[in-house]
């Protein structure tokens, strides 16, 4: 009988759990209309100082999701993956050509506040200059790409093509 109702408590408490599992999802449609507004994504990134001495440490990159106004859509409690890369350029002219790429990583986006250029806090991803692989005869300034992909799969692209690189 023991047994019983301990299998019993156990099957509860499995269920108990699934049901939470499900009911704390935050993708039902409603809670994604914004989604649909985005018409294009944006980038900067600024050399940064992230320790006690007063070097710069490296950049620090920021991204905004926009819509067809350039006004920032405003999202939070969801995670979009972001592809981060840096090519070095050796283009004196506009638009910019990138040339070899030097750095390759992978971030989110959590919340639009944060990761915004709202406030010069935060940021996706800081990149030191060590873990941007360019060589002593690089120009100083370069090209950074993301691609932000959405909730619904769809990907969105940008650049900033006047990254300090080094
Ligand atoms: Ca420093």
Known sequence: MKKLTFFVVALF??????????????????????????????????????????????????????????????????????????????????????ERLVYSGSSVTRSWDKDAFVTGANGIRDIAWEDMSTLPTDQTYGIIYVTITLPNGKEFKALYDEARIK
């Open 13 to 98: 408490l499995l269920l108990a759990g699934c049901a939470q599992q499900t009911a704390g999802k935050p993708t039902t449609e409603e809670a994604l209309d914004w989604v649909d507004d985005i018409a294009r994504a944006w980038v900067v990134a600024h050399s940064h100082n992230w320790d006690s001495d007063a070097e710069d440490d490296g950049i620090r990159v920021w991204v905004e999701l926009q819509d067809k106004n350039e006004d920032e859509i405003r999202y939070e409690n969801i995670e979009m993956p972001i592809l981060i890369e840096v090519y070095t350029t050796e283009s004196k002219t506009l638009p910019r050509e990138p």
